[in-house]
């Protein structure tokens, strides 16, 4: 355990018990305040009501320090063996502050966010790359989104977001409470609990020490994955129902035997060969705000029947506009029906998306959709692989180099991505397009 620190020297026994076990889980150093982001929640019947929701950073972009030292940090790799030999003592040793929004770039207002890649520190830009989640009306616990035969619509403005740059919206199987217990009190009030397809090995998982070099997987579905030159949406699927570990030592977490499948069976609109579909002054113009709508279909309309289809659409000059059906893939083109310019199982087969297949497929994605999915909102660029795998090649219309960081932080600094009137629900009914536009329904 921690010395105990001097201001607490002097107070009385049972007074030193409960500052301890609240000080060296949850700080006081710094308060957490978050910042307020409303949604909607559309039916049927009841139209779309405003939800008084707002948003939270992950844990591992705050202050996690010794609780006797805040120049000391907790999240490190490897694990500081003094202060986190066991999950217990981590937990007594450890303390997660709150964090000011404004220096991660952060900005919301009413229902928007507004995400920034670099802030100025007086002399330099420096990376913040926001990660948000979406925490419900009581501040305390995630908002799960279950959206089988739903949909989900947002407003977007990528028109800062060159190549290189991810302004991403998707969804993540994490526990709602952002695994709280006794060992980590703070739970999704300070972001703990993130998980995704990845598998990623981090320091913390669920609020604890990653002792053993696991990897925290999950279920993800990405609605959005962007900048203004390309975009792609990809349904990820794993082994499991909600959070849970992977073990490396036994190829668990690996890509092609592994519990999740990394790659997905995704569409990206340039890379099927339509590359005059969505850019700036195109079909879709990302030089402007533009609503994107995501739906979830079964095959009978309910929620007693599997996912047999994702299909995207755009609104943009109270037009609406289907994702597009045009595509040079050979396979694609000849499949049984036709090619709709949506996700379904023949596409993903046609597509040789074997692990998705392997592990659930449409009808797996649409169980977690079913039970319910954590929104999160993230703004990032890579620089290993300059996020080529987007927008570069036969992916998009960026060269080689083009999302390097070095040069997006060097010539465009102020790169920023504006989610805004975020809305789920009933498939038509976040937005006045339903009767004649909506045949299938």
Known sequence: MAPIPKFAAALPPFLLAITLAAAQRIGTAIPEVHPKMATQLC?????????????????????????????????????????CPDAATCAQNCVLEGVEYGSIGVLTAGSAVTLRQYLFDGSEF???????????????NYEPLKLLNQELTFDVDVSKLGCGMNGALYLSEMDVSGARSDLNPAGAQYGTGYCDAQCFTVPFINGLPNLNSSGSCCNEMDIWEANSQATAYTPHTCSSPGSFLCDPAAGACNKTTGVCDKDGCGINAFGLG???FYGPGLTVDTSRPFTVITQFLTADNTTSTPLIEIRRLY?????????????????????????????TQDYCAARGAKDFTRLGGLEGMGQSLARGM?????????????????????NGPCNATAGDPRDIVRMSPEVSVTFSNVRWGDVGVGHSFVGWLYPWL
């Open 43 to 83: 039916t049927t019947s009841g139209g779309c009501v405003t939800r008084q929701t707002s948003l939270v950073t992950d844990a591992l972009s705050r202050p996690f320090h010794a609780a006797d030292n805040m120049a000391v940090p907790c999240a490190t790799t490897p694990l500081n063996a003094t202060l």
């Open 374 to 394: 954590v929104l999160v909102f993230s703004l990032w660029n890579s620089p290993g692989d300059f996020m080529s795998w987007l927008d570069g090649g036969s």
């Open 315 to 343: 609104l943009q000059d109270n037009k609406l506009i289907p994702n597009t059906a045009t595509t040079t893939n050979a396979a694609i083109q000849t499949l049984p029906g036709g090619f709709a310019g949506a996700i």
């Open 126 to 140: 420096k990376s913040v790359s926001p990660r948000l989640y979406l925490l419900a009306e009581n501040d305390k």
């Open 274 to 276: 339509a590359t005059s």
